[in-house]
Nanobody, 123 residues
């Protein structure tokens, strides 16, 4: 059974930083792309960042490029999202995700999802 458990969310002032973590179990972590998504009430979940199994490829939404950094530690089965210079519009529930299949770069249909962690940025 795949489990993705996010942590590290919280309340921060605009311009501040947070580091999210996602601990994965039940899958061959070093064979999976891992992703971060976010969602605000009334809106669809949107892609934030992803990193492939060997760190070679990372992808970011335009809205977070230059501010967020995705990384992973395959020895710890954990993926991270370092968020710097946070803005009010970054307020959302952040979700960790893994594709249904290994060795997949961008297929998020039927992905595995964590429960999410709330990030709130105040002005």
């Amino acid at each position: 059974q795949v489990q993705l458990i996010e942590s590290g969310g919280g309340l921060v002032h605009a311009g501040g930083s947070l580091r999210l973590s996602c601990a994965a179990s039940g899958l061959a972590f070093n064979s999976y792309t891992m992703g971060w998504f976010r969602q605000t009430p009334g809106k669809e979940r949107e892609f934030v960042a992803s990193i492939v199994w060997n760190d070679v490829i990372t992808q970011y939404a335009d809205s977070v490029k230059g501010r967020f950094t995705v990384s992973r530690d395959n020895a710890k089965n954990t993926v991270y999202l370092q968020m710097n210079n946070l803005q009010v519009e970054d307020t959302a529930v952040y979700y960790c995700a893994a594709p249904r299949s290994a060795w997949t770069i961008r297929d998020w249909s039927n992905a595995y999802w964590g429960e999410g962690t709330q990030v709130t940025v105040s002005s």
